[in-house]
């Protein structure tokens, strides 16, 4: 006969992160609902997979509301779950909440990582919003974060699409 297999909050985990890998956010949304049906609360495991399904497909209404769901109650928020959240906001051109977002994430415990700050530039440099890109850099290190390679590269590519040569060859100085 065969086993019957318990669902816990690794198999939730699990099961949402690989939705989240194939864009699957229907789903990702519906394990959260069993979750709180079967009174599991949502860890930020969980609640990354689901905010990177939405994120991958930009649903950042969706994604958004995940996050500020959650953040209610008290599951721990982290850069893996404010991330995908902020690149959703860009990338369909919200610009105003992923800021938000970013001040969130600037003024809590979790503190301004790379992670976020990338996404960040890079969306601005797509979008090519110099300005904001700098602006990105220039709130890294007023956290005292060491912007990386990536981000550079991103913010400096951002400049050049705008004809900002001299704040481009500013920023590789």
């Known amino acids: 006969a065969p086993s019957k297999v318990e669902s816990n909050l690794i198999s939730f985990n699990a099961a949402t992160i690989a939705c989240g890998r194939v864009a699957e956010w229907k789903k990702a949304l519906m394990l959260s609902s069993a979750m709180r049906i079967r009174r599991l609360s949502m860890n930020a495991i969980a609640l990354s997979g689901a905010i990177i399904a939405c994120e991958r497909i930009a649903q950042w209404e969706r994604a958004l509301q995940l996050l500020t769901v959650t953040a209610q109650k008290t599951t721990e928020l982290d850069e893996f779950t404010y991330s995908p959240t902020i690149t959703a906001c860009m990338h369909d051109g919200e610009w105003q909440k992923a800021w938000q977002l970013m001040s969130i994430v600037a003024q809590s415990r979790v503190g301004l990582e790379a ?10 440099e797509t979008k090519g919003e110099w300005e904001k890109a700098l602006q990105a850099l ?15 590269s991103a913010a400096i590519g951002s400049c050049k699409k705008c004809g900002e040569w001299e704040k481009a060859c500013n920023l590789s100085t």
């Open 138 to 152: 220039g709130t890294m290190a007023k956290n005292n974060a060491e912007p990386d390679a990536i981000m550079f």
């Open 115 to 124: 992670i976020t700050s990338t996404a960040a530039v890079s969306a601005y």
